[in-house]
C-alpha cells in the first residue's frame, strides 16, 4: 500500500486518534499505534486529578510519555496549541517537553501560525496542522510554511467544534484541492463507509475521536460510553461557546439545555462544565458529553485494534477500479499481518470463485477454507510456503464432475480440472486484491500430502494454494515482480 499519511508518520494505516484531553491514556494512544494508527496524547492524559501550574503539569505529561513509550515502540503524538491560544505558556512548555522526550510528532490545534510552525519544523518535528475553524487561505498558509499534514475538520465533529458550518465532506474536498500536501479528514469519521466518503472527496486518512471514545481502551467512564451509546441522534444538543467560536454538540444533559438557553438570551460564553467530573468521571451533569453528529451509528464499544483496522480499509485497498491498474499494482505477497479477513470480503472471494467460466459448465471447483488454528498447524506440514497468512484457500477440482476429453493425441485422458481451478483461483485472487486483501498464489506442495493432511475425499484434487491476508509492515513485491520480459517474447502473430 502507497500512502503519504503512512510514509510520513511511519505508521501503517492512516487512522489517526484526535487528541481528547483527560479521556486519553497512554493506554488509549499506545493501543492505537500499536493497531498500526497513530495515536496522540491529549492535555491531562493519564492524569488523575486536576494539576495546577505548568512546570507540575509539566512533570505529569513527562510520566505519560514515558508510560507510553513503555507501552508501545510505534511513532506517538501530542497535542498543543500555537501562543495564541496559550496565554499562559502551557503548550509552549509542553513543546519543550516534547523535545526532551523524543515525541517527534505535533499534532497542533488553533488559528495558523506561520512563523511557529517554520520554528517546529526546525526543531525537526512533523506537524499535523489542524485549524479549529478551517479555512483554504489557513490550509495554504500552513503549507507554505511548512506543515505535513493538513486536518480538515467539519462541524459534524465531537468536542469543540468549528462554528463555521461546513460539513466533513465539503471541508475535506475543499481543502484537498487546495493544497498538495496529504489531509486528513476529521469529523463524524465512525465506520468504514464513512472512512470511504472522506476517502473518495480527497482524504489520504482519517482523525478520528468519537469512535475512539467509544473504545475498550478509552478511560472515559463507563457510564459516558452508555449515555452516547443510548441517546438518540435527534436528541443531541448543539450550542454555542467561547464568544462564538466554537459549538459544542453534547447528549441531553444540564450544560447542553443551560447552554442551549443561554444562546437563545444571547449569551455566546456559557460554562460547558468539567471534562474531569463529566466525561473522565461520568457524571453527566458536571460537563458535556460531546459527540459526532454520527455517534448513534457506532453500536459497540471495541477494541482500538478493531476500530483501526475497520477506519483503515478504504485506504488499504487497491485505490482502484481499473482492472489494468489492479492486474499492475498486484503482487505475491510474502508478509502478512495476522489480521483475519472479514467474513463479508471472504464471502465476496468466494463469489468470484464459484461463478468463474470452467469447461462445459462442469463446474468442478471446490474450496477449503483453511483459517482455524488447527487448519493453519496441519497448512505448515503441507507447504514451507504459507508465509503466515492468516487464510489460505486450497483450491481443488472434483474428477467425478470435471469435464474429460481424449481426442488430443498430446493429451491422451485430458481432463480441464487444472485449468478450472485456476480459472477459478485466478477470479479470487483478484477479487481479494480489489477488496485490498493480499494474495500469494502457492504449488508447491504434494497433492497426495495434502489430501491426506486435510482428509479430502477421494475425488477432491488438490490444484493450488491461494493465501490470503493484509500485509504486514515488511510487505513489498520481491525483485520478480519487476522482471517480466518485453512483449515481442510472448506474442506471435499468426
Ligand atoms: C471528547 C472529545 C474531546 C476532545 N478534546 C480535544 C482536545 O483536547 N484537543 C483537540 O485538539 N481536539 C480535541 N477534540 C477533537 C478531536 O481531536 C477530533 O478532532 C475530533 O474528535 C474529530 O471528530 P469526531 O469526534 O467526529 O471523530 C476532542 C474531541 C472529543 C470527542
Redesign the pocket.
Known amino acids: 500500500m502507497k500512502n503519504r499519511v503512512c510514509d510520513i508518520l511511519n505508521i501503517q494505516y492512516p487512522v489517526i486518534q ?4 483527560w ?1 486519553t491514556s497512554s493506554d488509549l494512544v499506545a493501543a492505537v499505534s500499536n493497531a498500526g494508527g497513530l495515536g ?1 496524547l ?2 491531562s492524559a493519564d492524569f488523575t486529578e486536576i494539576v495546577k501550574g505548568i512546570p507540575e503539569n509539566v512533570e505529569e505529561m513527562r510520566k505519560t510519555i514515558r508510560r507510553t513509550k513503555t507501552l508501545t515502540d510505534k511513532p506517538f503524538g501530542i ?1 498543543v496549541f500555537p501562543a495564541a491560544g496559550d496565554p499562559y505558556g502551557f503548550s509552549k512548555a509542553m513543546i519543550e517537553l516534547a523535545k526532551e522526550e523524543g515525541v517527534k510528532i505535533l ?1 497542533v ?1 488553533g488559528g495558523v501560525s506561520p512563523d511557529e510552525i517554520r520554528q517546529w519544523k526546525k526543531d525537526g518535528f512533523i506537524v499535523i496542522m ?1 485549524e479549529d475553524n478551517p479555512t483554504v487561505r489557513g490550509a495554504q498558509l500552513a503549507e507554505e510554511a511548512g506543515a505535513d499534514i493538513i ?1 480538515a ?1 467539519g462541524c ?5 467544534m468549528p462554528h463555521l458550518s461546513t460539513g466533513t465532506t465539503a471541508i475535506t474536498a475543499l481543502l484537498a484541492d487546495a493544497v498538495k500536501i496529504p489531509v486528513l479528514a ?5 465506520n468504514a463507509k464513512l472512512a470511504k466518503a472522506a476517502q473518495i472527496v480527497g482524504a489520504e486518512g482519517v ?7 467509544m473504545s475498550k481502551e478509552c478511560r ?1 467512564a463507563d457510564a459516558t460510553k452508555q449515555d452516547i451509546l443510548k441517546t438518540h441522534p435527534d436528541d443531541y444538543i448543539v450550542f454555542t461557546q467561547s464568544g462564538g467560536h466554537c459549538k459544542w454538540r453534547t447528549t441531553p444533559h444540564k450544560h447542553g439545555k443551560e447552554g442551549i438557553e443561554a444562546n437563545k438570551r444571547g449569551d455566546l460564553n456559557p460554562p460547558c462544565g468539567s ?1 474531569y467530573y463529566g ?1 473522565l468521571k461520568g457524571d453527566m451533569d458536571a460537563g458535556v458529553n ?5 455517534a448513534s451509528l457506532i453500536k459497540s464499544i471495541d477494541s482500538c485494534e478493531d476500530i483501526v483496522k475497520e477506519l483503515a480499509a478504504p485506504f488499504i485497498q487497491n485505490n482502484t477500479t481499473d482492472f489494468f491498474e489492479l492486474v499492475k499494482s498486484r503482487y505475491s505477497e510474502r508478509f502478512y499481518a495476522p489480521t483475519p479477513i472479514e467474513q463479508e470480503k471472504l464471502d465476496k472471494i468466494i463469489e468470484a470463485g464459484r461463478i468463474a467460466p470452467t469447461a462445459r459448465n462442469c463446474q468442478p471447483q471446490h474450496f477449503y477454507i483453511i483459517r482455524s488454528q488447527d487448519g493453519l498447524a496441519k497448512l505448515k506440514t503441507v507447504t514451507k510456503y504459507h508465509y503466515n497468512a492468516p487464510a489460505m484457500i486450497l483450491v481443488c477440482y472434483d474428477i467425478q464432475k470435471v469435464w474429460k476429453f481424449d481426442m488430443d493425441r498430446n493429451y491422451p485422458n485430458y481432463n480441464s480440472g487444472e485449468q478450472d481451478g485456476s480459472i477459478a483461483a485466478t477470479s479470487m485472487m483478484f477479487a481479494a486484491e480489489a477488496l485490498g486483501v493480499h494474495t500469494v498464489w502457492v504449488r508447491d506442495f504434494d497433492s497426495k500430502t495434502a489430501a491426506e493432511t486435510f482428509g479430502l475425499p477421494d475425488n477432491m484434487m488438490p490444484v493450488m494454494l491461494l493465501g490470503l491476508g493484509y500485509p504486514n509492515e515488511r510487505a513489498k513485491p520481491s525483485a520478480w515482480h519487476f522482471q517480466k520480459n518485453p512483449v515481442e517474447d510472448f506474442v506471435t502473430e499468426l
Open positions: 484526535g487528541p481528547m484531553a479521556i496522540v491529549g492535555t497535542n499534532v490545534a489542524r486536518v475538520t459534524d465533529e465531537g468536542g469543540c476529521a469529523g463524524g469519521i465512525v482523525f478520528v475521536g468519537t469512535r475512539f471514545t472515559a471534562f466525561m460531546t459527540i459526532s453528529n454520527t
